[in-house]
């Protein structure tokens, strides 16, 4: 362990412990993935600037697919349980985490709510991360998929000027788009971009509001859930 006395080694010590705690977090990651593996849940992670439509999406998710999955959700936010009881609305389980002014998600906080909600027979566990397109970025929660939403509201240039946070997501989903005819915003730009900071990344573009593209996303959640069984079941088999 490195002597912390001079401010040169202040300065080295700020840096060790944040790696360190990103390992802490990544193991714990792991935990929560090994967990979610045998139970079968699919584990999605929605994160995204304050405001681009999380809660409204899951809200609208939920309204589509409750007669075909079960689904529940932890809410992550500064303060306040109001995202939990919107969700609570919709008819399924949902744990408010109040972070208290932490501006994300860590993997050791969905370890400690993991077993206050009820998780039996629910087929797929949304996560909706704390406002906030930088922070979250670092932070694995253990889950299957990393969804980063953007409104068209918020200009067509984040992708590029908030890389991390598109370098380490599976899916772009470009929301409220019933406003495109009144805002600037390239969705071909921002796809672009997107694509340029994360070859990998899958666009979907919707609104909750007019319901557009929400069942393709929809019916990419369906088919992530039946790959997940399916590969478990080879593995068990094995
Ligand atoms: N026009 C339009 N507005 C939307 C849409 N989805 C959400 N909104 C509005 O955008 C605002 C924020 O929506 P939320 O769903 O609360 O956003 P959020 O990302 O959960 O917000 P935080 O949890 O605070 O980060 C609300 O006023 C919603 O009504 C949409 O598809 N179209
Ligand atoms: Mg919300």
């Not at 790696?19 to 999605?44: F, H, P, T, W, Y």
């Not at 303060?79 to 993997?107: W, Y």
């Not at 730009?189 to 994360?198: L, S, W, Y």
Request: with cysteine; proline share 3%; glycine share 6%.
């Amino acid at each position: 362990m490195k002597k912390l006395t001079n401010k040169a080694a202040g300065t080295l010590r700020a840096h060790d412990i944040s790696l360190n705690l990103l390992k802490a977090n990544d193991l714990v990651a792991e935990m929560i993935r090994s967990d979610m593996q045998c139970r079968n849940i699919l584990l999605l992670n929605l994160v995204s600037s304050p405001g681009s439509g999380k809660t409204s999406l899951l809200e609208e998710t939920i309204k589509l697919l409750k007669d075909e999955v079960n689904i529940a959700v932890l809410e992550g936010d500064l303060e306040t349980e109001r995202d939990a009881d919107r969700i609570r609305k919709q008819g399924v389980p949902a744990l408010q985490i109040v972070t208290g002014g932490t501006c994300h998600l860590e993997a050791q906080m969905i370890h400690q709510a993991l077993p206050k909600i009820n998780l039996d027979n629910v087929d797929i566990l949304f996560i909706e991360n704390v406002g906030n397109l930088v922070c979250p970025a670092s932070y694995d929660l253990g889950e299957d998929i990393r969804v980063t939403l953007i409104s068209c509201t918020e200009g067509d240039d984040k992708p590029k000027k908030y890389p991390s946070m598109f370098l380490t997501t599976d899916i772009m989903l470009v929301t409220k788009t019933d406003l495109l005819p009144y805002v600037p915003f390239s969705v071909e730009a921002v796809t672009k971009d997107a694509e340029e900071v994360n070859a990998s990344i899958q666009t979907f573009v919707l609104s909750s509001y007019k319901g557009n593209g929400m069942s393709e996303w929809c019916q990419y959640l369906i088919q992530q859930l039946e790959q997940k069984r399916e590969k478990n079941s080879v593995n068990a088999a094995l």
